[in-house]
């Protein structure tokens, strides 16, 4: 079969490789449609030997598990730990998610990582209504998710994002948009950082001295510096809390079927700012590196 390997140099190719060879409790998908997350682009710049990308994929059930999970021809969505990015994957029966007739591929496709990811970390936030949220490098996937369940839940959210044009859609969503964090108005209760670098420490700044700092991602690739002077004034105790998305198989499904169903009631309506030929995976690659997408990035597999 066909799948996007590592070209060895930050981006990938088509290339053939042998079709999957299933356990007993697993299935295989035929892959019509996967996501490219940023972290995939980052993992791309020094892969394991033999490691191929992709981690959201949705299609259809090929082959059935030996009497275990949906059967052949289900509409499913799932995200796996890697190789996703193929005609065909094999998982385990349990961590796919059977889609209702009204969520199509691409669609489903956008869920998994930034989906789950936001999901999570608006549950590490806590109670949401009322509250005031700062986040930056909003314009992302995982920024339009957190936007729209932070808002529907009562909290009040500022988006930072590069331009008032990427940052049309979370208007939309209901968060104030600004494109630097000084132009933020007001302290916050929660600041969500994925940028970075010196930014880091200017949404830090905009917390309330006993106001939460949630550090999940380095997109401009400069680490974060803390100046202990910078910090003393009524923040005795004040924490930056690292936050990662990841979960058990298990519980990425069960993560994954509320957002389905969220994305079915007309509560969660993903931002896809591209969908192409995954043979052109390297350009869209080349995009979201370059900030030159909004929201998800979706490649269909012919
Ligand atoms: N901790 C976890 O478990 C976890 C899980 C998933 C994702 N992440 C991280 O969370 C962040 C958001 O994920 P995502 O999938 O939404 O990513 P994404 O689609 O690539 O969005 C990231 C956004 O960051 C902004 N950004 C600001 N400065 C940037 C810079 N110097 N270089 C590139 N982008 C910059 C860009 O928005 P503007 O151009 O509008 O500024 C971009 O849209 C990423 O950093 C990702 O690695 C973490």
């Known amino acids: 079969m066909w799948a996007l390997v590592s070209d060895g140099y930050g981006s990938v190719r088509l290339d053939e490789v042998d079709d ?30 033999g490691w191929r990308p992709g981690k959201d994929i949705a299609g259809r059930v090929l082959a059935a598990a030996d009497g275990f999970g949906p059967p052949a021809g289900t509409a499913v969505v799932a995200h796996v730990p890697s190789s996703g990015w193929a005609q065909r994957v094999a998982v385990a029966h349990t961590t796919v998610v059977e889609l209702p007739a009204q969520v199509d591929a691409t669609t489903a496709a956008a869920l998994p990582l930034a989906g789950l990811t936001a999901l999570r970390l608006l549950r590490r936030v806590g109670p949401l209504p009322g509250i005031s949220i700062l986040i930056t490098g909003a314009s992302g996937g995982v920024g339009h998710y957190v936007t729209e369940l932070a808002v529907a839940a009562g909290a009040e959210v500022t988006a930072v994002s590069a331009s008032l044009e990427r940052g049309g859609r ?92 969220l994305v079915h009631r007309g509560q969660l309506r993903p931002e896809i700012g591209v969908v192409d030929s995954w043979t052109r995976t390297a350009h869209v690659i080349e995009d979201l590196r370059a900030r030159r997408i909004r929201g998800n990035a979706i490649l269909t597999v012919e």
């Open 20 to 49: 999957p060879d299933p356990g007993p409790s697993e299935i295989v998908i035929g892959v019509t449609a996967f996501s490219v997350n940023r972290g995939e682009t980052l993992q791309l710049e020094a892969p394991a030997p």
């Open 170 to 261: 979370l208007a939309t969503l209901g968060a104030n948009v600004v494109t630097d964090v000084e132009q933020a108005q007001g302290r916050f209760d929660v600041v969500l950082d994925s940028v970075g670098g010196p930014g880091f420490t200017a949404a830090r700044r905009k917390a309330y001295p006993a106001g939460r700092v949630l550090w999940f991602g380095q997109a401009s690739r400069q680490p974060i510096s803390v100046d202990f002077f910078d910090w003393i004034d009524g923040t005795a105790g004040a924490a930056i809390e690292q936050f990662h998305y990841a979960g058990t198989p298990e519980a990425d499904a069960a993560d994954l079927r509320t957002l389905v169903r």
